[in-house]
């Protein structure tokens, strides 16, 4: 009896401890925390899903917009809304981007959220909440988000540094790891490209004259080559959308680790995963066999990866400000 009861006291322990991990992750980036509005602003939350959805309903890809804006914020001067403002020489400004969207959905939440709290709930908090439930919108995991960021006060084109299509594994890795984020994370994080789409200008590159070659990039597989080369012509159309995933690129699944698995994926950046021992293993434990388990083992990993994202270089208590229009500094 007294060495069941010592057992049942360890797996207690060893429970209790996980609890506060898992409380931990969710609670300690920087002073982040969940229900940070409850009192404050406790209809913060419920206005960013009713706009993300109403936004959602009238144009289901303004998700991967949204999501895409969120990656861009956190990954410059880390999650503070930085990419939302305004002017020449502004994040939203540089090349990469160029073409970003979803900044309506962003500026629409804000001003119902300061009509009902005014002054109340920044705008990188309210990217962070609208990200989220644009993957749920789109049939992927929902969480509970951390929440207290507050909005930077510098957004610099110059200082835009983000992730390329053209980028090596090696370079990936790096520019991640400068953020934090592990092999994993990385991985796990490119896997938002199961929805959205890029332009033919930042993939056609591959299909004619790959490295001077005169030939398509080999990694792509003939079945898709075909496909892949009616959809962006020689010398056609560099603005010619093109689906990040083409089996399903409404619908936040697998399928995109499938088409890099099987030399399908647009970005040479996404298809350079599969060269790579280590992010081979992790794609490949995506788009394994097992149907269901697979789905579910992605949108577990992805919660993690997006929690750990959001709290990059978060700016807490009196730094930063919060911002009364999200597309300009208040002073």
């Known amino acids: 009896m007294e060495t069941h009861t010592k057992v049942c006291f360890g797996y207690l322990s060893i429970l209790m401890v996980t609890i506060m991990m898992l409380l931990q992750t969710a609670e300690g980036q920087g002073g982040l925390k969940l229900g940070f509005y409850s009192s404050s602003c406790p209809n913060a939350e419920a206005i960013v899903r009713s706009t993300v959805k109403y936004y959602y309903d009238n144009d ?4 991967a917009g949204v999501l895409r804006l969120f990656f861009h914020d956190c990954f410059v001067e880390g999650c503070d809304g930085s990419v939302l403002i305004e002017g020449s020489s ?3 400004n540089a090349l990469a981007n160029r073409g970003a969207r979803g900044f309506e959905v962003i500026e629409y939440a804000k001003s119902q959220i300061e009509a009902s709290c005014p002054r109340v709930v920044s705008c990188a908090d309210i990217l962070a909440l609208a990200a989220r439930d644009s993957v749920d919108l789109s049939n992927g995991p929902s969480w509970n988000v951390p929440l207290g ?138 788009a394994g066999n097992f149907r269901g388990l697979l789905g579910v083992r992605f949108a577990h990993e992805f919660k993690k990866a ?26």
């Open 60 to 63: 289901p890809t303004i998700a």
């Open 149 to 286: 960021r507050r909005d930077g006060r510098i957004s610099l084109a110059s200082h835009v540094n983000l992730p390329s299509p053209l980028d090596s594994v090696a370079v990936q890795r790096q520019k991640f790891a400068d953020k934090g984020l592990d092999d994993q994370d990385l991985v796990t994080l490119v896997g938002a490209h199961t929805i959205g789409q890029t332009h033919c200008r930042f993939s056609s590159y591959r299909l004619y004259n790959f490295t001077k070659t005169g030939n398509a990039d080999p990694t792509i597989s003939p079945s898709f080559l075909q496909r892949f080369q009616n959809i962006c012509p020689v010398n056609g159309d560099g603005s010619r959308p093109v689906d990040l995933d083409i089996d399903s690129q409404l619908k936040f699944d697998v399928s995109f680790f499938k088409n890099v698995r099987d030399g399908n994926a647009v970005l040479e950046s996404d298809q350079r995963l599969w060269g790579d021992s280590v992010t081979q293993k992790i794609v490949n434990n995506y």
């Open 306 to 331: 997006m929690i750990k994202m959001s709290g990059i270089e978060v700016k807490t208590g009196t730094e930063g400000e919060i911002r009364q229009i999200c597309s300009r500094f208040n002073y």
């Open 90 to 92: 502004a994040e939203r």
